[in-house]
């Protein structure tokens, strides 16, 4: 079964630009998250996605937006982009949310590097 | 505001001793922790869980404790390895929500 796959795996892109990133979840997976990761700061939630609806929302500005299509892939795109957006983004799928003993597998991340 | 709190961004251990990673949090509604562990370049990999009505979880070498009166989480490894030094995230789950800490990076001195 493949696992989380997201896309690029890096990434250089030049201050006030815009990026969009991918996530294809595991097979049958329908939950998908979106986390930044910067040193110091863990993992910071971004949203989470269910069945193309966005359920939760996490403390990010609204340059950060993303969506999800009907065969769960999803892509975050992040807009005017800024130097202290230079993080690893990572995306983790899980099979049913609301069950309590689900656990969320992550993809390998995106190093976005803003210059 | 942090609802799950790493307050140790780092350990050392030597090889064969035991490494305690430590982890608190505030929401009395979360009904699922985990434990994940990252190498650089890689995404986090799924290590050990323990659901909110149990107070151990046992797998190999490593354990996980939970402590819900103290709010507490910990994650025993023993005997440590070498291949064991990367950075730990615990989280915890309310609903399927995940919340992360911010990480501790374990060092195991061969």
């Known amino acids: 079964k493949a696992g989380v796959t997201q896309t690029p795996r890096y990434l250089i892109k030049t201050r006030g630009q815009q990026v969009t990133l991918s996530c294809s979840p595991i097979s049958g997976h329908r939950s998908v998250s979106w986390y930044q990761q910067t040193p110091g700061q863990g993992l910071q939630f971004l949203f989470e996605?269910?069945?193309?609806?966005?359920?939760n929302k996490g403390n990010f500005p609204g340059r950060f937006s993303g969506r999800q299509f009907s065969n769960s892939r999803s892509e975050m795109n992040v807009s005017t982009l800024e130097l202290g957006d230079s993080a690893l983004y990572l995306c983790?799928?899980?099979?049913?949310?609301?069950?309590?003993?689900?656990?969320?597998?992550f993809g390998q991340g995106t190093r976005l590097t803003v210059v | 505001d942090q609802q799950v709190k790493q307050n140790s961004p780092s350990l050392s251990v030597q090889e064969g001793r035991i490494s305690i990673l430590n982890c608190d949090y505030t929401n009395s509604m979360f009904d699922y922790f985990l434990w994940y562990k990252k190498y650089p370049a890689e995404g986090p990999t799924f290590l050990i869980s323990i659901s909110s009505i149990k107070d151990k979880n046992e797998d190999g070498r490593f354990t996980v404790f939970l402590n819900k009166s103290a709010k507490h989480l910990s994650l025993h490894i023993v005997p440590s390895q070498p291949g064991d030094s990367a950075v730990y995230f615990c989280?915890?789950?309310?609903?399927?929500?995940?919340?992360f800490g911010t990480g501790t990076s374990l060092t195991v001195i061969p």
């Open positions: 996605y269910f069945s193309e609806t966005q359920r």
């Open positions: 989280a915890a789950s309310e609903g399927g929500q995940f919340y």
């Open positions: 983790a799928s899980s099979l049913v949310p609301e069950k309590t003993g689900t656990e969320a597998f």
